[in-house]
């Protein structure tokens, strides 16, 4: 994907352009933390019972993503869809909630996981935001980060990691993940013609699998 960057000298576009952007991710992280909400109280049930409606989810959640380049320029559909996909993400995560609120000490460890992510999401893009370091040069490697991820991921469930396995491959996860909130924070910064919904989805996506990672990182043992 070629990006063109937009060096401005005015603070106040950047300022503008970079609220936008962090409003529409923090509406995805609202809607997601709903979702999650209604699916562990309502619809944990239904999902457990039926797992044929979290395939269902899963498909829409994809349909949204492949289509998103489309809807995105279409008011106020945009809005619709964008808060539609944050909404089925969350739900996605209350079966894997509830997974760990069964086990002793489930609790804690989502509470671990949840301080770790916004800890690493905000120190990354801290980073990113002074650094001098170019991050559009590892686009490439961070592509082929997350191919490697899904191929092992899927080996994975036919020979099932030991613990160790299962730190190394979630220890690679929360790199890879955390050199994309790197990077799309540094198209936050640069590629000002590019659409905020699009970099705040991006943004979500990638906390989102930071903390999936992170989680099975601290939970490698269980």
């Keep these: ?12 576009i950047s300022t503008t352009f970079f609220g936008r952007v962090m409003m529409l991710f923090g509406l995805a992280l609202g809607v997601s933390a709903l979702g999650t909400y209604i699916g562990f109280n309502q619809g944990l049930d239904l999902m457990i019972a039926h797992p044929g409606y979290m395939w269902a989810i899963f498909a829409a959640e994809l349909i949204l993503i492949f289509t998103s380049r489309t809807w995105q320029k279409i008011k106020p559909l945009n809005y619709i869809l964008f808060s539609v996909f944050a909404f089925l993400s969350g739900v996605t995560l209350a ?6 609120m069964t086990q002793s000490g489930g ?10 992510t916004m800890l690493t999401f905000a120190a990354a893009g801290l980073v990113a935001w002074k650094t001098n370091i170019d991050m559009f040069r590892f686009q490439g490697l961070l592509f082929f980060g997350v191919i490697g991820l899904i191929v092992v991921g899927l080996l994975g469930v036919f020979f099932p990691f030991s613990s160790a396995m299962e730190g190394v491959y979630s220890f690679f996860g929360i790199m890879i993940f955390t050199g994309f909130v790197m990077f799309d924070m540094q198209r936050v910064k640069y590629a000002m013609a590019q659409n905020e919904m699009d970099l705040a989805l991006q943004l979500y996506l990638d906390i989102f699998n930071l903390f999936l990672y992170i989680l099975r990182f601290i939970s490698r043992d269980r």
Aim: aromatic share 10%; net charge negative; proline share 4%.
């Design 95 to 100: 079966p894997i909630i509830y997974m760990y």
């Design 1 to 12: 994907m070629e990006i063109t960057r937009v060096e401005s000298g005015s603070t106040q």
């Design 107 to 116: 609790g804690e460890i989502i509470f671990r996981a949840l301080t770790a």
